[in-house]
Nanobody, 125 residues
Framework: QVQLVESGGGLVQAGGSLRLSCAASGGSGSDYAMGWFRQGPGKDREFVAAVSWTGTNRYYTEAVKGRFTISRDNAKNTVYLEMNSLKPEDTAVYYC??????????????????WGQGTQVTVSS
């Protein structure tokens, strides 16, 4: 059982930056893929970014490519989402997710069994 705790959300003006963190605990080792999803007001939860357990493979939804960077530090059991050039449409609750996959990095929410509680990101115009 993996427990995930997100932090780093907040209120920022358009064009600004935030760095989200997700600390994992309770799992056996660090061989799990991790992803970030978000759910905006009145919207479904959507994929944002994912990283393989080695950190080698990274995937992004088109809307954040070039602006967001996902990374992980397995020594700290933590995954990060660096968000730059933020836009009002990035406003959402951001969720961290994890799943034990060795040669695969999921991008669908139903492929991740472990979830954090979410952190609010609000971008003002």
């Amino acid at each position: 059982q993996v427990q995930l705790v997100e932090s780093g959300g907040g209120l920022v003006q358009a064009g600004g930056s935030l760095r989200l963190s997700c600390a994992a605990s309770g799992g056996s080792g660090s061989d799990y893929a991790m992803g970030w999803f978000r759910q905006g007001p009145g919207k479904d939860r959507e994929f944002v970014a994912a990283v393989s357990w080695t950190g080698t493979n990274r995937y992004y939804t088109e809307a954040v490519k070039g602006r967001f960077t996902i990374s992980r530090d397995n020594a700290k059991n933590t995954v990060y989402l660096e968000m730059n050039s933020l836009k009002p449409e990035d406003t959402a609750v951001y969720y961290c997710a994890a799943g034990y996959y060795v040669d695969y990095t999921p991008r669908r929410s139903d492929e991740y069994p472990y979830w954090g509680q979410g952190t609010q990101v609000t971008v003002s115009s």
